[in-house]
Each structure stands twice: as structure tokens, then as C-alpha cells.
């Protein structure tokens, strides 16, 4: 994810609380919609949308975070 900020992104998951958890909630998203996908944990569609709407708002944000952390080791 995100390989043209890979070093700051291993950096801000370190020693960002917040942004560490935001990747955790991703991960743990990306994980629950492979199982509903694979048909291993029950969901219906509607359900798998929600939950890869809540994904992509987590991927934004952290995205957001990479951008701004990027342009204040820039200046």
C-alpha cells in the first residue's frame, strides 16, 4: 500500500498512535471482507459494500496522514 511513501509509512506506523491505528482497523477490514468474500463468515452483499466503504475512508485517511507528514519533512 502506498509504495511511493514506503519508508515514511513504516515510519508514522511506528511512532504514530494514531496512524498505527488506523492501518490496524484497515487490516483487520481487508481480513473480515476476504473471509465474507470466500464465503468463510456469512454476509451479505450489502454487508461486504459497507464494510469496503469503511476500508477505503480508513485508506483516505491515511493517505492524508502519508501526504502531510511528507510535505513537513519536505520543508
Do not use: G, W
Not at 14 to 23: C, I, K, P, T
Not at 49 to 61: A, F, G, H, Q, T
Amino acid at each position: 500500500m502506498f509504495p511511493e511513501y514506503r519508508e515514511l509509512f513504516s515510519q508514522l506506523k511506528a511512532n504514530d498512535r494514531h496512524f498505527d491505528s488506523l492501518f490496524n482497523k484497515h487490516h483487520e477490514l481487508n481480513q473480515k471482507i476476504q473471509l465474507m468474500e470466500a464465503y468463510v463468515e456469512p454476509a451479505s452483499h450489502e454487508d461486504i459494500e459497507i464494510l469496503k466503504k469503511k476500508k477505503l475512508r480508513l485508506k483516505d485517511e491515511m493517505y492524508d496522514l502519508l501526504r502531510k507528514a511528507s510535505a513537513t519533512q519536505a520543508a
